[in-house]
């Protein structure tokens, strides 16, 4: 039995092994030398010390410190994720979304012309800036803010990188960074209200829309899920990797179903979840970003 066992876990590690180096004979060689794009390995560590760090070695060096205020970091933290958000939105609307792209069935451009590039450079700086947001659960922590650290929390931060990491590595354009486009844009209200937040009592008479930032969230996963299900219904599209067609599909899908919830919740019943809008960086459930 033991030898039967042995034989099928080197049977399963070396079919994750041949997945992985065809996977990699994929990647786009015009990214290879970016930051964090040489290897899965360093990315993965990093997302794996950010989970160790929020689940663990976080909440064990706060429990006997009085919490950081952190006010001045999250003001400045706030307003460079919107000026970096709204770049981010600028880049994929002049690298094609804007001049070539059909908002339709939009393959990857993989040549060297100038559009092609600058497309692939702000696939990548979508994916950096998620690392950057990992810093919004460590003020979490900073701040012993530890009852919106949720599995959900940490599951989107976590695990949607590693995946976009792929996205990126493989197809950087194309349909699929239609998502990425909008997300940005969503961050761009988002963090603009946190920075807001931050700021105190003289910013309250302009956060009036703080009720509307749920419904901003359902609005993004319902223009993602349809533009991406258009795929489904093309008597033929020539998207190189469907399977990033199918995993944008099913987040919007889930996270659509998980705000719905929160809306019902929190708006419908009646029953407003405690302080889950009072945080720094996203509304909705557990502080989720879109993917």
Not at 23 to 44: E, F, V
Not at 138 to 147: A, H, Q, T, W, Y
Not at 188 to 202: K, Q, R
Not at 227 to 242: D, K, L, R, T, V
Request: charged share 10%; glycine share 6%.
């Amino acid at each position: 039995m033991s030898s039967l066992l042995v034989r099928e876990s080197s049977a399963r590690m070396e079919a994750v092994v041949n997945l992985y180096q065809e996977m990699m004979k994929c990647a786009d060689p015009r990214i290879q030398g970016y930051p964090l794009m040489g290897s899965p390995l360093l990315m993965t560590s990093i997302l794996l010390t950010y989970v160790y760090f929020v689940l663990s070695l976080g909440p064990r060096i706060m429990a006997n410190r009085k919490p950081f205020q952190l006010r001045s970091f999250m003001i400045v933290y706030n307003f460079s994720l919107v000026a970096l958000s709204l770049y981010i939105v600028y880049e994929f609307l002049m690298s094609g979304w804007l001049s070539t792209y059909t908002w339709r069935c939009d393959p990857v451009d993989y040549s060297n012309n100038p559009e092609a590039l600058r497309m692939a450079r702000v696939a990548w700086l979508f994916l950096f800036s998620k690392f950057i947001e990992l810093m919004d659960t460590v003020i979490f922590i900073l701040r012993k803010k530890d009852g919106q650290v949720t599995f959900l929390h940490v599951f989107h931060h976590s695990v949607l990188p590693w995946s976009w990491w792929w996205g990126v590595k493989i197809a950087p354009g194309g349909m699929g960074s239609f998502h990425a486009m909008i997300n940005s844009s969503v961050h761009v209200v988002m963090y603009l209200y946190y920075g807001l937040s931050a700021i105190g009592p003289a910013a309250q008479p302009y956060l009036w829309w703080k009720k509307h930032m749920t419904a901003i969230q359902l609005i993004q996963f319902v223009l993602v899920s349809l533009h991406i299900s258009q795929y489904y219904f093309m008597p033929g599209c020539n998207y190189q990797y469907p399977v990033i067609i199918h995993l944008i599909w099913m987040y919007g899908t889930i996270f659509f179903v998980l705000f719905s919830n929160f809306w019902y919740q929190s708006y419908t019943k009646g029953k407003r979840l405690p302080r889950v809008l009072q945080q720094n960086g996203v509304p909705g459930t557990a502080k989720v970003k879109a993917n």
